[in-house]
């Protein structure tokens, strides 16, 4: 019924930017907040930035100044602008969204399938 699509991972070295892009489709009614989550190996999956309806963004610290994150909302459409990437920011990034279904009650979890983002030093 919903799926998220991500876009714009790759490599990159040290110093450099990538934006990476997520839309949802779908029969959806309504999303609360869509985010960006990443999980390097070894690692648990952690939150890199959210924005809330009518709600000023969150960011993990680690990103804080380096990475921008916007929402287009007539296009049910997530970005992550990331400058100055560092090795450590390597990882798969996942899209993620709480959406309202048209037809049913609540707000629904959903995840996008991943995608890399490598920098080289």
């Known amino acids: 019924q919903v799926q998220l699509v991500e876009s714009g991972g790759g490599l990159v070295q040290a110093g450099g930017s990538l934006r990476l892009s997520c839309v949802a489709s779908?029969?959806?009614?309504?999303?609360?907040?869509m985010g960006w989550y990443r999980q390097a190996p070894g690692k648990q999956r952690e939150l890199v930035a959210v924005?809330?309806?009518?709600?000023?963004?969150n960011y993990a610290d680690s990103v804080k100044g380096r990475f921008t994150i916007s929402r287009d909302n007539a296009k049910n459409t997530v970005h992550l602008q990331m400058f100055s990437l560092k090795p450590e920011d390597t990882a798969v990034y996942y899209c993620?969204?709480?959406?309202?279904?048209?037809?049913?009650?609540?707000?629904?979890?959903?995840w996008g399938q991943g995608t890399q983002v490598t920098v080289s030093s």
């Open positions: 993620n969204a709480a959406i309202g279904i048209t037809g049913r009650t609540g707000l629904f979890d959903y």
């Open positions: 924005k809330s309806s009518g709600a000023n963004p």
């Open positions: 779908g029969t959806i009614s309504r999303i609360n907040h």
